[in-house]
C-alpha cells in the first residue's frame, strides 16, 4: 500500500476516534458538574483536564478564564482548535474525501453524513438543550463508522491501518481519562463524602461505557484499584489498554514490513507486560508514574508508526 493511503486512513481513524473520547470526557465532566462544586474546584478539575490531554497551552492562548462555558465551547465547537471535536469531525472527512476510491461507499457516506450533520448542532440551540444530546450524537457516529469499517471492508491493508489508527488512539485516551479522573477523584475524596464518591467513580465508568462491566465482572462497590485494573489489564473490556495493545500488535503484524521489526518488538513487549501484569505491581511505586509511562510508551509507539509505514511530516 502506498505510504499516502495508509496515512489518510490511520489518520481518518484516529480523528473519529479522538471525538468520540472527548465526548466521553466531556460528558462526564457535565455529570460532575451537577454536583455542588466551588468555582475553585471547578476551574481546577477543567485545568487538569486541559493539560492532561495536551490543549492547556493553546487554551490559555486564547483565554484568561477557565470556566464551564468557555472550556465547553473550545473542545466542542472552536474551529481553530485542531483537537476540537469539530475539527476532529473535518479533519476525519478530510482524510477519507483524500482516499475515497479505497473506502467503500457506505463508509464515506457514514463519515461525510457525520460532518454535514455535526454543523446542525449550534452552541446556541445546546444552551437551550443541554449538552447530553450532541455527546451521545459523537458516540453514535463514531460507533457507526467503525461498525461499517468492520462490516463492509476488504479486510486488506487499508482494512488494518483504519483500525491501528482506532486502537493506538483509544489506548492513548484511555490513559488520559484514567490520569486526570483518577487523581482528581482521589485528592477530592473525604469518609463523609461516599455517596459523591460513588457517584463520581460510577461518572468515570459510564465515561468508557464500563459500567455495566464493572458490575458483572467484581459485583461489589467501586474502588479505585478495580477501575484501573478493569481500564489497563482486563483483556476482554474493549477500551483497556491490555485489549488494545493485543490489536495494535496483531495488525503490526498484518501490515509489518522491512523497517518495522523493532516497533513491532516494542509493541509486543507492551502487551505482553499488561497481560501477565498484576495491578498490584503496576500500583507498587503509585499510578501516576506508571500512566505518564505508559503514555510515554504510546507516543512513541505512535511516532514510529508514521516513521515505519506513513508519509514523513514535512517542516
Same mark, same amino acid.
Request: with cysteine.
Given at each position: 500500500?502506498?505510504?499516502?493511503?495508509?496515512d489518510?486512513?490511520?489518520?481518518?481513524?484516529?480523528?473519529?476516534e479522538r471525538?468520540?473520547?472527548?465526548?466521553?470526557?466531556?460528558?462526564?465532566?457535565?455529570?460532575?458538574?451537577?454536583l455542588?462544586q466551588?468555582? /475553585?474546584?471547578?476551574e481546577?478539575? @477543567?485545568?487538569?483536564?486541559?493539560?492532561?490531554m495536551g490543549?492547556?497551552g493553546a487554551?490559555?492562548?486564547?483565554?484568561?478564564?477557565?470556566?464551564?462555558d468557555?472550556?465547553?465551547?473550545?473542545?466542542?465547537?472552536?474551529?481553530?482548535?485542531?483537537?476540537?471535536?469539530?475539527?476532529c469531525?473535518?479533519?476525519?472527512?478530510? %482524510?477519507?474525501?483524500?482516499?475515497? /476510491?479505497?473506502?467503500t461507499?457506505?463508509?464515506?457516506?457514514?463519515?461525510?453524513?457525520? @460532518?454535514?450533520?455535526?454543523?446542525?448542532f449550534?452552541?446556541?440551540?445546546l444552551?437551550?438543550?443541554?449538552?447530553?444530546?450532541?455527546?451521545?450524537w459523537?458516540?453514535?457516529?463514531?460507533?457507526?463508522?467503525r461498525g461499517?469499517?468492520?462490516?463492509t471492508?476488504?479486510?486488506?491493508?487499508?482494512f488494518h491501518?483504519?483500525?491501528?489508527g482506532?486502537?493506538?488512539?483509544?489506548?492513548? %485516551?484511555?490513559?488520559?481519562?484514567?490520569?486526570?479522573?483518577?487523581?482528581?477523584?482521589?485528592?477530592?475524596?473525604?469518609? %463523609?463524602?461516599?455517596?459523591?464518591?460513588?457517584?463520581q467513580?460510577?461518572?468515570?465508568l459510564?465515561?468508557?461505557?464500563?459500567?455495566?462491566?464493572?458490575?458483572?465482572?467484581?459485583?461489589?462497590?467501586?474502588t479505585?484499584?478495580?477501575?484501573?485494573?478493569?481500564?489497563?489489564?482486563?483483556?476482554?473490556?474493549?477500551?483497556?489498554?491490555?485489549?488494545?495493545?493485543?490489536?495494535v500488535?496483531?495488525?503490526?503484524?498484518?501490515?509489518?514490513n /522491512?523497517r518495522?521489526?523493532?516497533?513491532?518488538?516494542?509493541?509486543?513487549?507492551?502487551e505482553?507486560?499488561?497481560?501477565?501484569?498484576?495491578?498490584?505491581?503496576?500500583?507498587?511505586?503509585?499510578?501516576h508514574?506508571?500512566?505518564?509511562?505508559?503514555?510515554?510508551?504510546?507516543?512513541?509507539?505512535g511516532?514510529?508508526?508514521?516513521?515505519?509505514?506513513?508519509?514523513?511530516?514535512t517542516?
Amino acid at each position: 500500500m502506498l505510504s499516502r493511503t495508509a496515512d489518510h486512513v490511520y489518520w481518518m481513524a484516529r480523528y473519529m476516534e479522538r471525538a468520540e473520547n472527548l465526548a466521553r470526557i466531556l460528558d462526564v465532566h457535565h455529570r460532575m458538574s451537577l454536583l455542588p462544586q466551588s468555582a /475553585g474546584e471547578i476551574e481546577r478539575q @477543567w485545568t487538569a483536564t486541559l493539560d492532561i490531554m495536551g490543549m492547556l497551552g493553546a487554551y490559555r492562548a486564547q483565554h484568561d478564564v477557565i470556566d464551564t462555558d468557555t472550556v465547553m465551547h473550545f473542545l466542542m465547537f472552536d474551529r481553530d482548535n485542531p483537537s476540537s471535536i469539530v475539527s476532529c469531525l473535518r479533519a476525519a472527512r478530510e %482524510n477519507a474525501h483524500t482516499v475515497r /476510491g479505497t473506502l467503500t461507499s457506505e463508509l464515506w457516506e457514514a463519515i461525510n453524513a457525520t @460532518w454535514l450533520k455535526v454543523n446542525d448542532f449550534a452552541p446556541s440551540r445546546l444552551a437551550e438543550t443541554g449538552p447530553t444530546e450532541f455527546f451521545d450524537w459523537v458516540k453514535y457516529r463514531s460507533h457507526l463508522s467503525r461498525g461499517v469499517t468492520v462490516g463492509t471492508m476488504l479486510r486488506d491493508e487499508a482494512f488494518h491501518f483504519t483500525r491501528l489508527g482506532t486502537f493506538i488512539e483509544r489506548a492513548d %485516551n484511555t490513559l488520559r481519562i484514567l490520569d486526570v479522573k483518577y487523581h482528581l477523584l482521589r485528592g477530592a475524596h473525604t469518609p %463523609n463524602d461516599a455517596a459523591v464518591d460513588y457517584y463520581q467513580w460510577s461518572a468515570l465508568l459510564h465515561s468508557v461505557s464500563a459500567f455495566e462491566i464493572y458490575r458483572r465482572v467484581y459485583r461489589d462497590q467501586i474502588t479505585p484499584s478495580r477501575v484501573a485494573e478493569l481500564l489497563l489489564l482486563r483483556p476482554d473490556m474493549p477500551r483497556s489498554l491490555a485489549y488494545c495493545m493485543r490489536e495494535v500488535y496483531g495488525l503490526l503484524q498484518a501490515v509489518a514490513n /522491512g523497517r518495522s521489526a523493532e516497533t513491532q518488538r516494542r509493541a509486543g513487549e507492551f502487551e505482553a507486560s499488561l497481560r501477565f501484569g498484576r495491578i498490584e505491581e503496576l500500583m507498587r511505586d503509585g499510578l501516576h508514574p506508571y500512566l505518564d509511562s505508559a503514555l510515554e510508551r504510546i507516543l512513541d509507539l505512535g511516532q514510529r508508526i508514521s516513521d515505519d509505514f506513513l508519509v514523513p511530516v514535512t517542516t
